[in-house]
């Protein structure tokens, strides 16, 4: 359970079922939970729920109802067969044994009657009370009502029953109006459809009201002869009766339907009023997105439409609305076939058509009768008629791909099985389906058919393989893909070569005759490379000759023999075209008779070759002709672009606008300029000159025995040489393109105003345009003013400021500003005085005529102002400079006044007072109208009438009755101030001052009750005190009270952060806000498997090996967010444990800061809140927007049962607009066994009521037949709710659950594909709108980004370029950078890709895909094609980008925008990190086999093919060749050392000093370090935090070794990208998202990197070594730098970076525990069901599992790879001391006796050891000391006579190492001939040694480095250095735990 889980676990496996022993886990109450009922039981589950409820009522009645819930389980399943029932019966015939005696103690009646009367009670006290009321909160009671009467009813009836009572009549018509009310009080989603309900908020729009009216038009539609008339039937009724879809998804379509139109209509008319009637634009509209795809089919396949409309008018309408219901209840039942969307439209197709013919009333030509469906429509016949027999194909495909692992050409994928239907053969399958048609015939060896398949048997050779395309493992793709990118290089470095060779070698040479001659031979390689495409084209589309169309084939052959063709007739007519051939010429002319030569032939023959070039080249230019006639389905255009590619139904018309061409040709034509100049002149032209040199040098003597003493030129040195470069050539590009991206990215990024505010002086400085901003940006216009456009209105963007007597545009600042600090508290990002400070007023005040900033700008500006005043001497200019100088202090002293005015005439009630007072303000306001306030007032007693206005504040805020008589004394202190001294003119007002006025006129004493008091009337204490007066108060004094500056207010950064983006987002291009109920509807979709939902208790406090909690980690990470917290909760951190609601906030406020499915649903439902808000300032009248939304919010409560309420509206608005669906695809068996993770889950929908949950429920089902009573599994898609959670008696405590909306039955399990896609795809029919935006549960989202998301939705309606959007991209922010170095490195390179990459991929590049998360998908539009991903197994290993493959192949349009940002966790540990990196080198590879990028790479135009190549698969490649380079480099170096050829030429400069060597590995370096990720990460953080920050982060990470993380990322990628193009063995990794503050074990790291790093550093090791024991290394600094040390830094990095990033690594203790470890890993014996984990030879074999799958052409490679090994041995054994004088090759023939003398040693000892130890334990023993003797003798023998030495011993070990591992290597790939040879045993004994060997060498440096305690104290700094900068105290955290613990531990002992 994720509760129980520690930080160090990983999440628990999928669980596939419920385990015997998590049902009857805890036999008892718990067990008996409603929920945890075994899946063949799960009819009983209401009963336990009523019995549940009504047990605080009546025990006894809840007793009959379990007991009556045993007899039904036992009817149910009497044998007990069902997974967990025997169990479930016991635990529960156990409680009510207990039961039945504590409920019968003092029964009086019968059970009969005590049923009857509970019944009764319940009908007439509960249910007719709640029939009266109407609101949403009570029909949901109602429902729930219902269900619970229908269900006692049930069990009165068998009670009755049993006592042989009858029931009463009463009851019995109390009964028949529940189970009426039943019937139609079903639980809803979204639409209460039923006619009780007609009077809620949401079906009072007209909108709605029309879409319903429209949909139940079904006059004049045929229904069938038995049906059952119900109430308010529609078009979805008729539907399902004739064709028999499942009662569910008529439901779910039909609302669906609803909302969908109603959103649209509204968008079509300009009064939203009008008279219901659905709009024929709207329903146009929503009809031509759905069957666009379908159209397009039609027109391919050259069919016509199934869209018949009637020539009536009238009836247009409902058969429109027939078409489109028919099509989503294909869709919404179609399961795994809605991933086949050219399959929806073969059966839409004949479906529709059937339609066509019943409303026409046709005759069938066979039977002579009316048409009828061909599948009738009996319940569930479409499902097990049409989807079923489709769905059992794709599952036999799917069983027979063996999880993925088996060869792709040998099983159909989902789109091999979609693509059958873009052929006109496909309607071959004829409907009804014909049952032996091709497409359901499986391959020869799968033929054993079921006996009880009703099918006839299929033959063999009838299965269609493939279609159009095979995946084949081939490093070969790359070129195929991208043919036209590798022969423009190609002929490049051709042409460069020839120049740079011939001649002078400058580019002005090519215009000599000669070398322009020389030069036209590329033309000779182009064919050559035509003919391989075309041969290869061949070869890999071998496997699907079958479904292969002619024109296909023949196409194919034709390319082949033309190119065949041209490669004979280029060489000929070039050799004739010389007068005096050179030497290649010369021999072809040989060959064809020395003719006299004709140019002219050659120039024709590449005229003629070039001319379907130059007609590409027109189309490129002209990108509007082109569309057309790739969309054309024109007999003639068709044969016309026949030969330049074969029709295929996708990938047609993907050409952009002639603006966007030109913007991404002049960037590569840039780039590639660049590119070719650098390589000509710093990399070719330099080295031909040594090369020539090199060919001209005779050696004769070599080191040892040359196979080719007479190659001429000295060859091998050449390849050598030029290797390296030439790859470096093919590579750089990728850099040229990182340098680019970076230049223009930060253009395009400047343009777009990012970081504009990037910090809070920035926003200060900018607030008084911010509330505009708001008012512009976030609030709908009522009159459309024209929009500025062009470069001026780009660069400088103004927004007006609002004036002070616009109150009501303040006021939705206010809203707007106050929710998102609102928000920011709640998130404990800010403290309650920092949120006070940040506030606006809600409540705008009438008194005050000016805009109240918030104070957090204001603040201390009062108390300075009252200084500056008193300071300054009648001043008045200098004082009126200084005001006007600071605009917020003038604002603040405005303020002030105006509220202080306010508060004292609110405040005194006396009628003379009030003159006296009136006459001051009067008197003030003369003076600042005359502008000599400071002149004629005396300001330097101003300090002491604000202390005495300060005191008056702190009591009204207090307005405590008994401080009435202190008011009035300052009061009148405040008077006195004011006339005596501040204002030196007496009042006359005032000179009647005293008491009583009388004193002068007679002695006596006036009672006391006469007496007349000043300020005796006041209004105090305040009376109605009002949240607005509150506020004010609050307000004035933070105001008047805060005396230091706020200028860090927030001091949270990631609050700073955010207030930031958000406010410069604001100031960027958007589209203008719509209205709410304006706007596009949308949903949101997460997929959720098994991870954490909510930290428990027990997993927050657990504790590591290092005494380190979650919880006490999250403290020191975030200290300031959890005093906030603290201060909120309003508790110290011990009470916390006190209650359980603080404990839930604790497990809240964790789960909140990590990645779990709490925090990403809170987020997501930001949306909901931002839009009752937007709805509430869209509709809200002055009178409520003055009040404000918190006013709203205060009386929800009432307003909620007011259906007419603006509360209720907004309510009713945002459930028309938005939708969250998370799709928990394993809730129902979560559910069911009682998991923690269910609770959770159920919470979260209490929470959040309007959340949806989806889930894929298992059901366990007993078959009908009698004979043999078999369990199936029936499978069901199902959306639940939180139910109503009142029960029947309030003061019980309240049952929380879940309501099933929506089940709907599958053909079988969902999850046939890649497990994510599939989970979205089950849960995409319970979305709802027209946008679709897919979150991952590892991101999160913010309330102020949710403000946007309407502006952003408004994308879909404008034109991007040639067409509108289909999916609009997001920018992320990665919130997981603070945790740890390694956290912070990959946050950074994170961001700069889902920036500035994003950025320019979309524009100008136009090659923006769907990578991953939280991209808004154009919903209609990718509804109809596929879906929001592809699923089949491990091709769509990266699901998502095949989402953006799929749109812009479907003439889709990808876009991005950056003014809205979603959050996004990432992986925070190296070994989480590199699982991530090796699942996308996975998916890399996936695709580069993949039939979309091919299609990508043919498709495009050359250049965007450029930046699709560079920027998914292309990156990928680059990096292999990064690693590659330096392979060749050593591999060359060796070869020229070994030979001798390095010391024959070595005074020479190609050798010594080669200047473009270096150029290629400095460029190797570049990529390696990451230079490569950092240009653009700097430009990024430069835009939005500044250059300057960007250096210090540049120079931090260096500090923290990120080039050791890049160079470590690089071998991961190449590594898990190599092996998956030649092997496969992609899989999804689970990185686990947990936090990483874990010791990772010696053994762990071994495994996880043995394969990837460790084998590959330790080959390179060895290079280097033999390099500098026998080579001449380099004397220039430079050279050795880039040459050697950039080498070394890689193996040093590949082979310890593990360690040197391992919390805690380098810990002595630490360290003793991993070695022990390590032994017992490496001793174990492996065996079935023995983890990799526990024992080494189950992790040997599972290491090279993939070599099974692997194919005869991987094995071959993999050996002849292997090969390489025995180099070191051929080369060294003539390098030793006692064979330095021979180079005979018996030398080494003598070498490999040796190591079979060794081996055959090895395996004697072994075999005696198994047979002899025991019975001749001594003469085995004698034996074992006679082979080391020996052994001692030969090795004595060899140093004294031939004079071996210890540097010979160290080369034999260099030498024989290499040699066995590829003799390993070797076996391994040929394991089945191994075994059968029964060598296995003995190749694993020799692996287990080299494994050993391998292990010491990386085990001791990091022991010895361990052995200095200093080391771990740096490695811990580095590591956690970014998090000390946030308070972070990691020296705390791994150490300061224990010494507590120790430390307490003592005392106690004491």
């Known amino acids: 359970m994720a509760s129980r889980r520690g930080p160090d676990q990983q999440p628990p496996g999928p669980q596939r079922r419920i385990m015997r022993t998590q049902t009857a886990g805890n036999i008892g109450e718990a067990m008996l939970d409603s929920e945890v009922v075994p899946s063949s039981l799960v009819e009983i589950a209401p009963i336990l729920r009523v019995a549940n409820e009504v047990e605080a009522r009546n025990p006894r009645v809840a007793y009959l109802c379990r007991f009556y819930a045993f007899e039904k389980a036992h009817r149910l399943d009497p044998t007990s067969s069902g997974r967990g029932v025997r169990q479930f019966k016991t635990a529960l015939l156990q409680r009510l044994e207990r039961e039945n005696e504590t409920t019968l103690v003092g029964k009086q009646k019968s059970d009969a009657r005590e049923m009857q009367n509970f019944y009764r009670l319940y009908y007439e006290q509960y249910i007719k009370k709640l029939q009266s009321a109407a609101d949403k909160a009570d029909r949901a009671q109602l429902t729930k009502a219902y269900q619970t009467a229908a269900v006692l009813f049930e069990v009165l009836k068998a009670v009755n029953l049993s006592e042989s009572v009858e029931v009463s009549d009463e009851i019995l018509e109390a009964h028949t109006e529940v189970a009426e009310k039943t019937q139609i009080y079903v639980p809803y989603n979204i639409l209460p459809l039923d006619p009780d309900s007609a009077n809620q908020a949401i079906m009072k729009y007209p909108e709605i009201q029309a879409s319903v009216s429209a949909l139940r038009n079904i006059r004049g539609l045929p229904w069938p002869k038995n049906h059952e008339k119900k109430v308010n039937e529609d078009i979805l009724d008729w539907l399902q009766a004739m064709f028999g879809f499942q009662r569910d998804n008529v439901a779910n379509q039909r609302e669906h339907l609803i909302l969908l139109l109603a959103n649209v209509h509204i968008r079509q008319l300009p009064k939203p009023d009008q008279q219901p009637k659905l709009d ?58 809605r991933f086949m969307p050219e399959c929806l439209c073969y059966i839409y197709h ?523 001497n009648r001043k008045d200019r200098e004082l009126k400079k200084k005001l006007d100088a600071d605009n917020y202090m003038k604002c603040a002293v405005r303020e002030c006044y105006a509220s202080c005015k306010s508060i004292i005439n609110n405040l005194v009630q006396g009628d003379r007072e009030k003159v006296v007072i ?189 005494g380190v909690s979650i919880l006490f980690y999250l403290q020191k990470i975030f200290p300031d967010e959890w005093t906030n917290f603290l201060e909120r909760v309003n508790s110290s951190e011990e009470e916390l444990r006190g209650t359980g609601e603080l404990q839930e906030e604790l497990r809240l406020w964790a789960s909140y800061r990590g990645q779990t499915l709490t925090k990403t649903v809170r987020g997501m439902m930001y949306y909901r809140k931002a839009l009752e808000l937007q709805a509430f300032l869209d509709m809200a009248k002055d009178k409520d927007l003055m009040k404000g939304y918190k006013d709203v919010e205060s009386n929800i409560e009432e307003d909620s049962k007011n259906e007419r309420s603006l509360w209720a509206q907004c309510q009713a608005i945002a459930d028309m607009k938005f939708t969250y669906v998370v799709s928990c695809q394993q809730y129902g068996i979560h559910k069911r066994s009682g998991d923690a993770r269910a609770k ?341 953080i430069g835009l939005e935090r500044g250059f300057r920050n960007a250096l210090i982060d540049f120079i931090l990470m260096q500090l923290q070794l990120a080039p050791v993380f890049f160079t470590f990322s690089l071998g991961t990628r190449t590594h898990y990208y190599g092996r998956t193009l030649l092997h496969g063995g992609a899989e999804y990794r689970s990185t686990g998202r947990g936090f990483v503050v874990f010791h990772a074990k010696f053994a762990d790291n071994y495994r996880l990197y043995s394969r990837s790093h460790f084998v590959k550093g330790i080959e390179l090791m060895i290079l280097l070594l033999v390099y500098h024991i026998f080579g001449h290394s380099y004397r220039g600094v430079v050279a050795y730098v880039f040459i050697t040390i950039s080498i070394w830094f890689m193996v040093g990095t590949w082979l310890f970076a593990p360690f040197l990033f391992n919390p805690s690594g380098f810990e002595w203790q630490k360290i003793l525990d991993d070695w022990t470890d390590w032994n017992k890993w490496i001793s174990n014996r492996g065996g079935i069901g023995v983890l990799p984990e526990k024992s080494w030879e189950s992790w040997w074999d599972k290491e090279h599992d993939h070599l099974r799958y692997s194919g005869m052409r991987g094995r071959i490679t993999e050996i002849v790879l292997s090969v390489r090994f025995f180099i070191y041995q051929y080369g060294l054994v003539y390098h030793l001391n006692i064979t330095k004088n021979t180079q005979n090759f018996l030398v080494y023939g003598a070498s490999w006796v040796v190591i079979l003398l060794i081996l055959f040693v090895m395996k004697a000892v072994s075999v005696g050891r198994r047979r002899f130890s025991a019975n001749f334990q001594l003469v085995f023993r004698m034996i074992k000391g006679l082979i080391f003797i020996t052994f001692i003798a030969i090795l004595i023998t060899l140093i004294a006579v031939p004079g071996m030495t210890f540097r010979d011993i160290i080369v034999c070990i260099l030498a024989f190492m290499p040699t066995g591992w590829g003799m390993l290597l070797i076996a391994q790939a040929c394991k089945p001939v191994v075994v059968r040879a029964g060598l296995w045993s003995s190749v694993k004994t020799l692996a287990r040694g080299y494994e050993i060997v391998m292990g010491l060498l990386l085990f001791i440096p990091v022991a010895f480095l361990a052995w200095f305690p200093f080391v771990s104290e740096f490695q811990t700094r580095m590591l956690f250095n970014q998090a000390f900068s946030r308070g972070l105290q990691i020296s705390r955290i791994l150490g300061g735990q224990r010494k507590d613990r120790a430390d307490h531990t003592s005392r106690n002992k004491e």
């Not at 058969?319 to 076939?337: S, T």
Request: proline share 5%; net charge positive.
């Open 918 to 1106: 009136n006459d001051i303000f009067t008197k003030v306001d003369e003076h600042i109208e005359k502008d000599d306030l400071i002149k004629e007032l005396n300001m330097s007693d101003l300090p002491s009438l604000y202390e005495q206005f300060v005191e008056l504040i702190e009591c009204l805020s207090r307005n405590n009755k008994d401080e009435k008589d202190r008011v009035v004394i300052i009061l009148l202190n405040m008077l006195e101030v004011m006339t005596r001294d501040i204002m030196e003119d007496p009042l006359p007002s005032l000179l009647d001052s005293n008491h009583g006025g009388s004193y002068g006129k007679h002695e006596g004493m006036t009672p006391l009750d006469q007496q007349y008091q000043y300020f005796g009337a006041l209004n105090f204490p305040v009376q109605p005190e009002t949240e607005a007066w509150k506020e004010k108060i609050r307000r004035l004094s933070l105001l008047l009270t805060v005396k230091e500056s706020a200028m860090d207010v927030p001091s949270n950064l990631e609050a700073r952060r955010r207030i930031s983006f958000f406010s410069n987002s604001l100031f960027m291009d958007m589209p203008a806000a719509p209205k709410v109920r304006n706007m596009l509807s949308y949903s949101v979709l997460t997929p959720y498997y098994t991870e954490a939902v909510l930290f428990s208790i027990n997993a927050l406090e657990l504790e590591n090996e290092d």
């Open 350 to 872: 004949h479906m529709a058509f059937e339609l066509y013919g019943m409303l026409a009333g046709n005759v069938s030509p066979m039977t002579g009768e009316f048409i009828k469906p061909a599948y009738g429509g009996e319940d569930e016949a479409f499902l097990r008629k049409v989807v079923t027999p489709i769905y059992e194909t794709i599952a036999k495909e799917a069983r027979r791909s063996k999880g993925g692992k088996y060869k792709h050409s040998d099983w159909r994928n989902y789109d091999d099985l979609n693509e059958y239907f873009w052929s006109v053969d496909c309607f071959k399958l004829g409907w009804p389906m014909r049952a032996d048609a091709d497409f359901f015939s499986q391959p020869p060896e799968k033929l054993q058919v079921d006996k009880s398949e009703d099918r006839k048997p299929i033959t063999g050779d009838r299965w269609t393989g493939k279609i159009n395309f095979v995946e084949i493992r081939s490093f070969w793709h790359i070129f195929r893909s991208f043919d036209r990118m590798w022969s423009f290089f190609i002929l490049c470095l051709q042409a460069m070569i020839i120049i740079a060779w011939n001649g002078n070698g400058d580019l002005s040479s090519i215009s000599e005759g000669d070398t322009f001659k020389k030069v036209l031979s590329i033309f000779i390689t182009a064919a050559i490379l035509k003919l391989a495409q075309a041969v290869l084209d061949i070869m890999l589309s071998w496997k699907a000759r079958r479904m292969m169309s002619y024109h296909v084939k023949l196409r194919y052959i034709l390319k082949a023999i033309s190119a065949a063709v041209w490669v004979i007739v280029m060489p000929v007519t070039y050799a004739y075209s010389w007068k005096n051939p050179p030497g290649f010429a010369q021999t072809i002319r040989s060959w064809f008779g020395n003719g006299s030569s004709s140019p002219s032939l050659f120039i024709l023959a590449v005229f003629i070759y070039l001319s379907p070039n130059i007609l590409n080249v027109l189309l490129f230019l002209f990108p509007i002709v082109r569309r057309y006639l790739e969309r054309s389905n024109y007999k003639i255009v068709t044969l016309m672009m026949w030969w330049s590619q074969p029709r295929l139904y996708v990938g047609r018309g993907m050409h952009e606008s002639s603006v966007s061409l030109f913007k991404y040709t002049m960037f590569w034509v840039l780039l590639i300029v660049a590119k070719l100049a650098f390589s000509f002149y710093i990399e070719i032209k330099p080295l031909v000159v040594p090369t020539k040199e090199i060919m001209e040098v005779p050696i004769h003597t070599f080191k040892w025995h040359e196979f080719f003493p007479r190659a001429k030129n000295n060859i091998g040195v050449v390849v050598a040489l030029w290797a390296p470069i030439i790859l470096v050539y093919f590579m750089d590009t990728q850099i040229w393109y990182a340098i680019f991206s970076t230049i223009f990215g930060g253009i395009y990024g400047a343009f777009r105003r990012l970081g504009e505010i990037r910090t809070l002086e920035m926003l200060r400085s900018r607030f008084q345009s911010l509330p505009g901003a708001f008012n512009d940006r976030l609030i709908p216009k009522t009159e459309d003013k024209p929009k500025k456009k062009g470069l001026k209105a780009t660069l400088s963007r103004k927004f007006d400021e609002i004036p002070s007597n616009k109150g009501k545009e303040a006021a939705r600042f206010a809203q707007l500003w106050n929710k998102i600090i609102t928000s920011f508290r709640e998130e404990d990002l800010i403290s309650n005085r920092e949120r006070n400070l940040l506030l606006v007023p809600y409540w705008a005040d009438p008194d005050l005529d000016l805009i109240q900033w918030p104070p957090f700008l204001l603040a201390s500006k009062i108390p300075i102002a009252v200084d500056m005043a008193k300071d300054c």
């Open 280 to 337: 024929d634009r709207a329903l146009t509209e929503v009809m031509k997105k759905l069957f666009k795809n379908y159209t397009k089919w039609c027109k391919f396949l050259g069919r016509k439409r199934s869209l018949w409309l009637p020539t009536i008018q009238q009836e247009v309408q409902q058969r429109k609305l027939l078409y489109m219901g028919l099509y989503l209840l294909i869709w919404g039942e179609a399961a795994n076939l």
């Open 1240 to 1580: 959770d889950i159920l919470r979260l929908m209490t929470t959040y009521p309007s959340l949806r949950v989806a889930y894929i429920d298992e059901v366990e089902v007993t078959s009908n037949d009698k004979s043999k009573k078999t369990i199936q599994k029936v499978y069901y898609s199902v959306l639940v709710k939180a139910a109503s959670p009142k029960s029947i008696d309030s003061s019980n405590p309240v049952q929380n659950l879940d309501e099933v909306i929506y089940k709907i039955k599958l053909p079988g399990p969902a999850i046939l594909g890649e497990g994510k896609p599939e989970n979205q795809n089950h849960a995409i029919i319970f979305t709802r709108g027209e946008g679709l935006q897919t979150i991952d549960m590892n991101q999160d989202n913010y309330m102020e980004e949710a403000f946007k998301m309407r502006n952003l939705l408004e994308e879909f309606l404008k034109t991007h370029g040639v067409r509108p959007p289909t999916i609009l991209g997001l920018r992320e922010h990665i919130f997981t950078g603070s945790v740890s170095s390694l956290a912070w490195f990959m946050s950074n390179q994170e961001t700069s890709f889902v920036t500035i990459g994003q950025r320019l991929l979309a524009n100008p590049l136009k090659v923006r895909f769907h990578y991953g998360h939280p991209d808004v998908f154009d919903r209609l539009f990718h509804l109809t094609r596929g879906g929001v991903s592809k699923a089949s197994k491990i091709i769509n290993l990266s699901e998502d980008i095949f989402a953006g493959f799929n749109s812009t192949l479907r003439e889709g349009n990808v876009t991005h925008h950056e003014y809205i940002q979603v959050g996004k966790g990432r992986d925070v540990g190296l070994n989480q990190i590199s699982m991530f990196e090796a699942k996308i080198a996975n998916g890399n590879g996936e695709q580069t086999i993949s039939r979309d990028i091919y299609r990508l790479g043919h498709r495009f135009d050359f250049f965007r093919m450029l930046s699709c190549y560079f920027t998914t698969t292309g990156f990928y490649f680059s990096t292999l060749i990064t690693v590659l380079i330096v392979y060749i480099f050593l591999y060359g170096r060796l070869y020229l050392v070994l030979s001798g050829l390095e010391e024959g030429l070595s005074n020479h400069p190609a050798i010594r000093d080669n200047k473009p060597l270096q150029v290629a590995l400095a460029s190797q370096s570049f990529v390696q370090i990451g230079l490569l990720m950092a240009l653009p990460m700097m430009m990024e």
